[in-house]
């Protein structure tokens, strides 16, 4: 610790000031289900709860796919925390950005594998993120009996990026990526517009 940081640190033990929540950079190790993350630091293991959000339980439909994409975007990366609070469990309540700069709550949000989950956090943009993963059919909100409007029998969505005319899936990471305005039906209706398949989600 460098002398301001000495300085701060005493300032802060002398004012008996509660903790203040801390920042730091971790390795992911891996994902114990869509929201639950076990990290490294220092030489130990944080198990890390995401904030806001809120994943299908093991047994319930989408929750191997939440855990599957949570590990696509972030298991063996390097991950910023953004610490909250500490839950009844012990487990470190957070924010997980992407080396990337992405939010891990967010992402699971819009691709449709977490509710918005309003215990530890009031942030409407997160609802607001549910609610357009709802109306958009996307993950969870897709299947059959979740969601009042869809069909029986829907199909996948895709989404084409306009600008590289490539097409993702709903799990994709760019699924709702900036430029990825058109929509298919079918992965044949994107292939016969002149799109090819992402390679990364590989719809
Ligand atoms: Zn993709």
Request: charged share 25%; hydrophobic share 35%.
């Amino acid at each position: 610790m460098n002398a301001r940081g000495s300085l701060l640190l005493i300032f802060v033990l002398l004012c008996g000031l509660p903790a203040v929540p801390q920042t730091f950079t971790a390795q992911c190790l891996f994902v114990i289900d869509g929201d639950t993350m076990e990290v490294s630091k220092d030489g130990g293991r944080i198990r890390i709860r995401l904030e806001g959000i809120d994943c299908p339980e093991k047994e319930e439909p989408f929750a191997q796919e939440a855990k599957a994409f949570a590990t696509r975007m972030a298991a063996g990366k390097t991950v910023t925390v953004i610490e909250k609070e500490q839950d009844p469990y012990g487990r470190t309540v957070a924010r997980v950005y992407l080396d990337d700069g992405r939010d891990l709550s967010v992402e699971l949000l819009k691709a449709g594998l977490a509710r918005y989950y309003g215990r530890f956090n009031s942030d409407w943009l997160l609802a607001r993120l549910e609610q357009d993963a709802k109306e958009a059919g996307v993950g969870m909100w897709g299947a059959p009996g979740t969601s009042s409007g869809s069909a029986e029998n829907r199909s996948i969505v895709y989404h084409g990026n306009t600008g590289s005319r490539v097409f993702h899936a709903p799990s994709c990471p760019d699924y709702n990526c900036k430029r990825c305005t058109r929509v298919f039906q079918s992965r044949a209706e994107a292939v016969a517009a002149g799109f090819r398949p992402c390679g990364r989600c590989r719809p």
